[in-house]
């Protein structure tokens, strides 16, 4: 015979039947949660003239990946701005993808960039996996933004 225990379900180290259950009540531990705080949200500044943002995340602008002329690979501009009160170091990660099984992920660190301040740069995203074509166009995606205040 399957017992179905909702106590465990939650938690609980055991549970008894329905047999045993004359006065007994289950018993649940609730365990601590951390949640880390999220990076603050805010409209990075502008990006420069002619580049199309195409994605943004907590403070992280990433512009429409340009084929280079050697058709190898992509330049992606990058740009984090510091909505936080205090300086701060940010890590990024973005996904370029494209047809034909074309996939890159570029991992962005920073130095601590004071509040208010943009840094800016420009990572070359290229598959170098054997037999992957380059496409002539990409999609980019941020995954992950992680703040660390200095």
Do not use: H
Request: a positive charge.
């Amino acid at each position: 015979m399957l017992v179905l225990c909702p106590a465990l379900m939650l938690g609980a180290i055991s549970c008894t039947t329905e047999a045993d259950k004359t006065e007994a009540k289950p018993t649940v531990t609730a365990t601590r949660s951390i949640t880390a705080s999220p990076s603050p949200s805010c409209a990075p500044k502008p990006g420069k003239k002619g580049a199309k943002v195409v994605a943004e995340k907590n403070g992280v602008q990433v512009t429409d990946p340009v084929l280079k002329d050697s058709g190898d690979a992509f330049w992606v501009g990058i740009s984090v701005t510091n909505c936080g009160s205090e300086p701060a170091k940010y890590q990024a990660t973005v996904r370029v993808i494209g047809e034909l099984g074309y996939f890159v992920m570029l991992d962005v660190d920073t130095d601590a960039i004071q509040p208010g301040e943009t840094s800016s740069s420009v990572q070359t995203a290229a598959d170098t996996t054997k037999g992957t074509a380059t496409p002539k166009k990409a999609t980019v995606s941020i995954t992950r933004v992680v703040r660390t205040p200095r």
